[in-house]
């Protein structure tokens, strides 16, 4: 009888647990893809849009302004609050070449215990930030990890930003990253209408890791294009025309690629 209690205090915790933690299956690609395509950012199937997480970094971002300008294209910086605060200039510079500026919360933390009012105050003050730098209202927030937990779900409601994850990655952030192994990482899981996750700093990754991203930008852009897809930012992304005929696909996930697209044709996620 003792243990009794214990028993009926853990039922509601490990229900609280659960409603917190459960929506980050959607980190899952297999997840996202079937029941939320909009959620992983497939959009019109002619458009890859090309996205950056973490920074903004003094000394690795600028670069990536530059290469993206001598390959005339734009892309969707996911911010870090906390980044921008004490780098506004590069933030500033960064909106000015025309690229779209988007919130990936205020530090790159993980959050494993529910904290509403925290996430809904971070979230806030990062999109401030965003605001009082560029002079625009950011509309994307993709959260650190790719974690999708309730409360930052309704965080983001709150704040008025649209949670967006992605449908590839170039696993970049990793100390044995190459152009060539972020080239064919993207490319294996690609497909128009995709949403590339890339990173421009080495913030929470392995040191110099962004080079490899760096390096494999200009192969990237030329296969996109060579596939018949304009690249761009989630602002130029759309959503999936019916009467849209998509072009060749990349990779060996082609397949699921096109069934997504469908899905998010038919107004499903």
Do not use: C, K, N
């Not at 973490?54 to 600028?62: A, I, K, L």
């Amino acid at each position: 009888m003792p243990q009794s209690v214990p028993r009926a205090a853990a039922l509601p915790l490990a229900a609280g647990i659960l409603a917190h933690i459960g929506p980050a299956a959607t980190w899952l690609p297999v997840v996202r893809r079937h029941l939320s395509p909009r959620l992983a950012g497939v959009g019109h199937p002619r458009h890859v849009a090309l996205t950056f997480d973490d920074g903004p970094d003094p000394v690795s971002t600028p670069r990536f302004l530059d290469a993206l300008d001598g390959l005339g294209v734009r892309a969707t910086f996911f911010v870090l609050g906390d980044a921008v605060v004490r780098h506004p200039g590069v933030v500033r510079e960064t909106a000015r070449r025309g690229h779209e500026v988007a919130v990936h919360g205020w530090s790159h933390d993980r959050p494993w215990l529910p904290t509403l009012a925290g996430d809904v105050r971070a979230l806030r003050r990062a999109v401030e930030a965003v605001q009082d730098v560029t002079g625009v209202t950011p509309r994307w927030y993709r959260p650190p990890y790719g974690i999708l937990t309730s409360g930052r779900w309704a965080a983001a409601r709150a704040a008025g930003l649209r949670p967006l994850l992605w449908t590839a990655w170039g696993r970049d952030w990793t100390a044995t990253a190459t152009p060539a192994s972020v080239r064919a990482t993207v490319q294996a899981d690609l497909g128009g209408g995709g949403t590339v996750l890339l990173h421009d700093t080495d913030r929470t990754a392995a040191p110099g890791s962004w080079r490899a991203t760096l390096g494999a930008l200009p192969d990237l852009v030329t296969d996109w294009r060579a596939a018949g897809l304009t690249v761009g930012p989630l602002a130029d992304h759309g959503t999936a025309d019916v009467r849209a005929t998509a072009p060749r696909v990349l990779g060996r996930a082609g397949a699921v690629r096109r069934r997504a697209l469908e899905r998010g044709r038919s107004g499903h996620g």
